[in-house]
Nanobody, 115 residues
Framework: QVQLAESGGGLAQPGGSLRLSCSGP????????MAWYRQTPGNEREWVAR???????DYADFVSGRFSISRDNVKKTTHLQMNNLKFEDTAVYYC?????????WGQGIQVTVSS
């Protein structure tokens, strides 16, 4: 079973920053889009940001201007820089690596914004 390595979550104060990272193992090939989603208890998983193979980015309206997604194609890694965090950003964050054959999801990492 292919597992993605997520890191960087934890506790931050409102207005603070966290940087999430997600790496795919060397066995994954043909990665196209990379993306981040998040989920809170009782709610569906929602899309946060994505980055194309060429580096083009899109963001959900609720994070635009605060979050920044990036990627390293050689390391098969994506990062989500989260600035100016708000209470409502508290969630479990999941990374997604897409290939033409299947999608690979991270196990989820907790982000808690609290004073």
């Amino acid at each position: 079973q292919v597992q993605l390595a997520e890191s960087g979550g934890g506790l931050a104060q409102p207005g603070g920053s966290l940087r999430l990272s997600c790496s795919g193992p060397g066995s994954i090939s043909g990665i196209t889009h990379m993306a981040w989603y998040r989920q809170t208890p009782g709610n569906e998983r929602e899309w946060v940001a994505r980055i194309t193979p060429g580096g083009g980015t899109d963001y959900a309206d609720f994070v635009s201007g605060r979050f920044s997604i990036s990627r390293d194609n050689v390391k098969k890694t994506t990062h989500l820089q989260m600035n100016n965090l708000k209470f409502e950003d508290t969630a479990v964050y999941y990374c997604l690596l897409k290939t033409p054959w299947r999608d690979f999801w991270g196990q989820g990492i907790q982000v808690t914004v609290s004073s």
